[in-house]
């Protein structure tokens, strides 16, 4: 842990231009929060497997919990999550009914109130729920689960927030929100389908902050008609409003897997060239108003807890991104949730209907997964390692050719066992990551640009 520290403590931060290599940028790569990533779930791993991990889980195991909520009352069109219209309060009603009982469920699977360190609720948007319903599902983990000292934090859509919601996430001890930004050029916000002026999320911050809560942003760069200039409008405000963590999202257009997508026309995209300007010209903006660079698309203050876990060598990368969440367990509840134990990862049924049917008959709901052997959790923490540090051993895992490769190009140096990525090569991460992942296919089109 020492020798990590020492190596990785500053290695991102005020970085040299970062070198272009287009062919290397437009090559899919997956975003690796987890290994094997979800391309290599089966049928053959669900629920019976989930029960078994959840029966056997020592009592003194940490675990987190992450809440899926698949409802926007208004759905974007870049968006890439599992998310349906809120439209239908029965729906919803009886959404936040089946979730209630799966917390039940796990819960007595795990045999009492275990220990939670971190909730998460994400989505869609948990504040698409009526803010009575959101409480019940606090109330109910809080009768489930030991949750006297998890960290709690939520995904809203700073349209649907109002004074009501943000009392009550005060009053409940939630610790952060992150606010789905995106962009502030009105004229992108209108092509994506998402109308927020800045006053609306500028209201949205003060009001969280007057009861203590963290806010974070989410940022995009690469949306349709979005310029240099429109990107560094919208980090100077960020800046300006000063949360204590900013995502910084290339979009990944992929209107043949994601229909909603077919609004936003290929040529209204900047290029790949206008990409990389704009993934660099976030990097030196935020770095230099004073953010520490986490990994490759994640900015924290240096109080944050993000960025002491990046200085103290604990970054953590799961289905959230990076994190400082160093819990080995998490369990997903809710229909799309992942679990992912150190020797399993399993997804529930993604369709909400049908992950309520398999509620009701008190089953769990686990649809699809697979079982991670010795060699995928060698390689899934080398991978880990690389994308939160920038440096691994990689001894005993083997690679592809195409690592000399990027050796050759400077992007990469093996040292004492050790493979490290070049400071000025971090957008390049994931694709040097790629080379240890024993599973990925030359030309996957299910997976996003590195950039």
């Keep these: 842990m020492i020798l990590r520290n020492a190596l990785t403590r500053d290695r991102w931060q005020?970085?040299?231009?970062?070198?272009?290599?287009?062919?290397?940028?437009?090559?899919?790569?997956?975003?690796?929060?987890?290994?094997?990533?979800?391309?290599q779930f089966t049928e053959a791993v669900g629920a019976e497997a989930l029960a078994e991990r959840l029966d056997t889980l020592p009592q003194d195991a940490g675990i987190s919990l992450y809440l899926h909520i698949p409802y926007c009352h208004d759905i974007c069109w870049y968006c890439g999550c599992n998310?349906?219209?809120?439209t239908r309060p029965r729906r919803l009603a009886i959404y936040v009914d089946a979730l209630e009982q799966e917390i039940a469920l796990v819960a007595s699977r795990l045999g009492g109130r275990r220990r939670v360190t971190h909730i998460a609720f994400g989505g869609g948007s948990p504040n698409s729920l009526p803010l009575v319903d959101w409480v019940r599902l606090n109330h109910q983990l809080l009768l489930c689960f030991d949750?006297?000292?998890a960290a709690l934090s939520v995904e809203i859509d700073p349209r649907r927030l109002d004074q009501a919601w943000i009392d009550a996430m005060g009053q409940i001890g939630v610790s952060r929100v992150?606010?789905?930004?995106?962009?502030f050029a009105p004229?992108?916000?209108?092509?994506?389908g998402r109308v927020q002026p800045v006053d609306m999320v500028q209201a949205a911050v003060a009001g969280l902050r007057r009861v203590q809560i963290d806010v974070g942003f989410d940022l995009m760069y690469g949306l349709p008609g979005q310029s240099e200039a429109d990107l560094a409008e919208t980090l100077e405000t960020s800046i300006r409003l000063a949360p204590s963590r900013i995502a910084l999202f290339g979009y990944a257009h992929m209107p043949h897997l994601l229909h909603r997508q077919r609004r936003i026309a290929q040529a209204d995209l900047p290029d790949m060239a206008t990409r990389f300007a704009m993934a660099t010209q976030g990097h030196a903006m935020l770095t230099a108003a004073g953010y520490r660079a986490i990994g490759f698309d994640h900015f924290a203050l240096p109080d944050d807890p993000l960025a002491q876990a990046a200085i103290g060598g604990t970054l953590r990368r799961n289905f959230q991104g990076f994190t400082?969440?160093?819990?080995?367990?998490?369990?997903?509840l809710g229909a799309s949730a992942i679990s992912q134990f150190p020797d399993l990862i399993v997804q529930n049924e993604k369709?909400?209907?049908?992950?309520?049917?398999?509620?009701?008959?008190?089953?769990?709901?686990?649809?699809?997964?697979?079982k991670r052997s010795a060699d995928d959790q060698k390689r899934g923490r080398l991978i880990e390692r690389l994308l939160c540090d920038g440096v691994a051993p990689?001894?005993?895992?083997?690679?592809?050719?195409?690592?000399?490769?990027?050796?050759?190009?400077?992007?990469?140096?093996l040292n004492d066992g050790l493979i490290e990525i070049r400071p000025e090569a971090q957008p390049y991460a994931r694709s040097v990551a790629a080379c240890f992942d024993a599973y990925l296919r030359p030309a996957e089109g299910r997976f996003s640009h590195a950039v």
């Design 187 to 192: 004229h992108v916000q209108r092509a994506i």
């Design 83 to 86: 998310t349906g219209a809120a």
């Design 178 to 183: 992150n606010l789905g930004v995106q962009t």
């Design 14 to 39: 005020a970085v040299p231009m970062f070198r272009y290599y287009p062919d290397l940028l437009a090559a899919p790569v997956p975003r690796y929060t987890s290994y094997p990533t979800a391309a």
């Design 394 to 413: 990689s001894e005993g895992v083997g690679q592809s050719r195409d690592l000399a490769r990027f050796v050759d190009m400077g992007i990469a140096r």
């Design 324 to 332: 400082e969440d160093d819990s080995d367990v998490l369990i997903g």
């Design 147 to 149: 949750t006297s000292a």
């Design 351 to 370: 369709n909400a209907g049908a992950y309520r049917e398999i509620i009701a008959q008190e089953r769990l709901t686990a649809t699809r997964g697979v």
